[in-house]
């Protein structure tokens, strides 16, 4: 009788424990989802933060390159204008080399238009490629007025 009474007691305490009130779920819920929204705005405050970084990086490329790519300008238009001065017996020398250094300035105008408007992956390619073609730009222009006659 004893053993049956202590069942009976141990299978009362164990009902009742499985009975008593248990933790709300959702507050956990709420913690978690609480805690997943402040993950999501940190992401999107670092991406951003990235995003303005790259912005001012690829400005400053356009600030630096474009003053360039405007002297070239000037300096192609002032020899197109000294090679159509040229008497037409010296022309033909340098006629060629003036369509070459207006091909590469409409190549550099694009790239400069394609630089203002690249994005973070391919920025840096098109503003070392364009600091190229503007320096390829500088030694024709240099060439091509050393044919000129003094």
């Known amino acids: 009788m004893r053993i049956t009474f202590a069942l009976i007691v141990a299978g009362c305490a164990l009902t009742l ?24 705005d940190a992401m999107n405050s670092a991406k951003d933060m990235a995003s303005d970084t790259f ?16 002297s ?39 790239q400069l238009s394609n630089l203002k408007s690249a994005g973070a992956d391919t920025w840096q390619s098109i503003s070392t490629e364009l600091g190229s073609t503007l320096d390829k730009l500088g030694t024709a222009i240099k060439d091509l007025t050393a044919k000129f006659p003094s």
């Not at 956990?28 to 997943?36: E, F, K, V, Y």
């Not at 912005?55 to 405007?70: G, H, I, N, S, Y």
């Not at 070239?72 to 070459?100: C, F, R």
């Open 55 to 70: 912005t001012k990086l690829r400005d400053q490329a356009v600030a630096t390159l474009e003053p360039q790519f405007k």
């Open 72 to 110: 070239v300008k000037t300096q192609v238009a002032s020899l197109k204008d000294k090679v159509a001065a040229l008497p037409e017996a010296i022309k033909p020398t340098v006629s060629s080399g003036m369509t070459e250094v207006e091909k590469q300035l409409d190549a550099a105008g694009t």
């Open 17 to 40: 424990g499985g009975c008593e009130k248990k933790a709300e779920t959702g507050q956990a819920t709420g913690a978690a989802n609480g805690a997943a929204s402040g993950l999501g």
